[in-house]
């Protein structure tokens, strides 16, 4: 139903929410406060923690915080959506429960003021990246995904830990050109959801590209704790009109 006077929806990704950036998870805070509650939907379109290591890590207090801040929003009247990351790709139907939200499957995609809108996190378009590409096909994998969560969560944990630290070792080595979406990954998004507009993550390259007609946002990770701070969200109004902002209220 829409509501008059209220935003149609707004876009965020690439939080990477942990306790030890408080600065970044304080400035999402406000965000979901002062600006998701006033929108009819909100949609995290993925990497919104660190990472995730199971449903079963709900009750950890700093989890606690973003579960409840997220619940807030839903429980005020604003449609929550959550789309998988590569961080974060392990959120299941326990968190989706806790936090009041739905979950996607992507790509997803919404119409509204005569726009066709591809959601996506972004990290299946890096399709040069042949070895992220296999790494993530096995994380995907329904199977390897139940062992995965079958482990006790400080083995979990600890497997995560040294997979950020080699992600982390092999982006070091690793072309600009390589770790962006491709054109041919992101002509065929747009042709198989039959979209005029896509919306993304996962490069941490906030820009707007237009192909042929048809417009390609990305949107900016959050980073308040280090320099240079950033962070920001895309908002799309009834009429179709899309509008990026960043976050001057918390950047010094």
């Known amino acids: 139903m829409t509501m008059p006077g209220r935003t149609f929806a707004l876009f965020v990704s690439d939080l990477h929410l942990q306790a030890s950036h408080p600065r970044t998870a304080d400035a999402f805070f406000d965000f979901l406060a002062g600006r998701a509650i006033h929108a009819e939907r909100l949609y995290l379109l993925g990497d919104i923690f660190e990472y995730w290591a199971g449903d079963d ?9 973003v579960v409840q801040a997220i619940r807030a929003v839903s429980e005020a009247g604003t449609a929550v959506y959550w789309l998988a990351g590569n961080r974060d790709f392990l959120v299941g139907p326990g968190f989706a429960e806790a936090a009041g939200l739905s979950l996607l499957e992507e790509p997803h995609v919404i119409t509204q003021g005569g726009k066709r809108i591809a959601l996506v996190h972004g990290d299946a378009q890096c399709t040069a990246d042949l070895k992220y590409m296999a790494f993530r ?7 390897w995904q139940q062992q ?17 630290e080699g992600s982390r070792e092999a982006q070091a080595g690793k072309s600009y050109e390589i770790m962006d979406v491709t054109p041919s990954s992101v002509e065929a998004l747009f042709d198989a959801a039959q979209a005029s507009v896509i919306i993304h993550g996962h490069t941490h390259r906030p820009a707007v590209h237009e192909t042929g007609g048809r417009l390609r946002y990305v949107l900016p990770d959050w980073e308040l704790d280090a320099q240079p701070r950033r962070g920001g969200w895309i908002a799309l109004s009834h009429d179709g009109t899309l509008t990026r902002h960043d976050l001057p209220d918390f950047i010094e």
């Open 57 to 65: 890590d709900l009750a950890e207090p700093f989890h606690q915080r």
């Open 148 to 164: 995965f969560l079958g482990m006790p969560l400080a083995q979990r944990k600890t497997i995560i830990a040294g997979l950020r």
């Open 137 to 143: 096909a096995q994380v995907r994998d329904r199977e």
